[in-house]
Nanobody
Framework: QVQLDESGGGLVQVGGSLRLSCAAS????????MGWFRQAPGKEREFVAA????????YYADSVKGRFTISRDNAKNTVYLQMNSLKPEDTAVYYC?????????????????WGQGTQVTVSS
């Protein structure tokens, strides 16, 4: 079992930045690929970014490529999502997820554990 606790969400103006953190506990962290997803009101949960267990591989949704960066610190059991140049369409609840595999995945079905989510609101 893996417990995930997101933090760092909030209200930011267009063009601003936020860094989300996801602290994991409960089992070996470095063996889990990690992902960030988001869900806007009335929409399905969508993939944002993922990182392999070692941190050597990353993958991004086209909508955030070049603006968001996923990283992890296995010594701290924490994964991060640095979000720059934020847009109103980035407004959503952001979820951290852990996968029972070393290699990354981009589907919600690929992930086994989920956090409660943190709200990100980008105002214009």
């Amino acid at each position: 079992q893996v417990q995930l606790d997101e933090s760092g969400g909030g209200l930011v103006q267009v063009g601003g930045s936020l860094r989300l953190s996801c602290a994991a506990s409960g089992r070996t962290f470095s063996g889990n690929a990690m992902g960030w997803f988001r869900q806007a009101p009335g929409k399905e949960r969508e993939f944002v970014a993922a990182i392999s267990g070692s941190g050597g591989s990353t993958y991004y949704a086209d909508s955030v490529k070049g603006r968001f960066t996923i990283s992890r610190d296995n010594a701290k059991n924490t994964v991060y999502l640095q979000m720059n140049s934020l847009k109103p369409e980035d407004t959503a609840v952001y979820y951290c997820a852990a996968r029972n595999a070393f290699n990354l995945g981009i589907s919600t079905k690929a992930y086994d554990f989920w956090g409660q989510g943190t709200q990100v609101t980008v105002s214009s």
